[in-house]
């Protein structure tokens, strides 16, 4: 899997859009882009992930620029309970089934 | 319904001694994946099972570590003659297959303290 490169930490307003960078500039074609999450104590949660498209469910929305070296993570309005450790990972869609996390950036939504 | 479980939640042990780490993953998931993260970094995968089988045991660190799934669906990962170095928490995920960007789902996982 090609490497991702995150900003160790951010800070963020309670209330506010918190929008996480990732850079990812040696992504392949058929690698997708994919956010997962960890709370203090917990395992990581899944997010969201996408190929080219932008895309957006119930918890957050993925921004991909058209030439795919990097990505933003939008959570529209951060409450507390969203200060976690944030993964950006670019991973093949068939025949490599595991997850490469880097270190992460550390989100803290401040009250 | 169900999420991944993982037991115990901590386990302290002395250098030399033998664990076992068990989970139990989400009902009806073919795959199960052991991954371990030291104290900030990322989790770091270990092995995964597609059924029964380990189909990726390329994250293991060395022939102390090992891990079953004998019947497709609990999976104990083992570790002879611990060494201070394997304290880490020690994670279990599971999804649905193997096959297509299936998302996994974590559970707590286990702390391992080796003094």
């Known amino acids: 899997d090609a490497k991702t490169t995150q900003p160790p930490s951010m800070d963020c307003a309670e209330g506010r859009a918190a929008n996480l960078p990732c850079n990812h500039s040696t992504i392949s074609g058929n690698e997708y882009v994919y956010w997962y999450r960890q709370i203090h104590s917990q395992g990581p949660q899944y997010i969201i992930h996408?190929?080219?498209n932008n895309e957006t469910n119930e918890m957050a929305s993925l921004i991909i620029t058209e030439d795919r070296k990097s990505s933003t993570l939008i959570l529209p309005h951060a409450t507390l309970r969203d200060t976690a450790v944030y993964y950006c990972?670019?991973?093949?869609?068939?025949?490599?089934?595991?997850?490469?996390f880097g270190t992460g950036t550390r989100l803290t939504i401040i009250p | 319904g169900a999420g991944v479980s993982q037991t115990p939640s901590n386990k302290v042990t002395e250098k030399g001694k033998y664990v076992e780490l068990r989970c139990d993953p989400i009902?009806?998931?073919?795959?199960l994946y052991w991954y371990r993260q030291s104290l900030g970094q990322g989790p770091e995968f270990l092995i995964y099972f597609q059924g029964t089988g380990a189909a990726d045991d390329s994250g293991l660190p060395n022939d102390r570590f090992f891990a079953v799934r004998p019947e497709g669906s609990v999976s104990t990962l083992k570790i002879q003659r611990t060494e201070r170095g394997d304290s880490a928490v020690y994670l279990c995920?599971?999804?649905?297959?193997?096959?297509?960007?299936?998302?996994?789902?974590f559970g707590p996982g286990t702390r391992l303290t080796v003094t």
């Open positions: 009902s009806g998931h073919t795959a």
């Open positions: 996408g190929l080219k």
């Open positions: 990972i670019v991973r093949v869609d068939f025949g490599n089934e595991k997850l490469t």
């Open positions: 995920a599971s999804s649905l297959s193997a096959a297509g960007l299936r998302e996994q789902y």
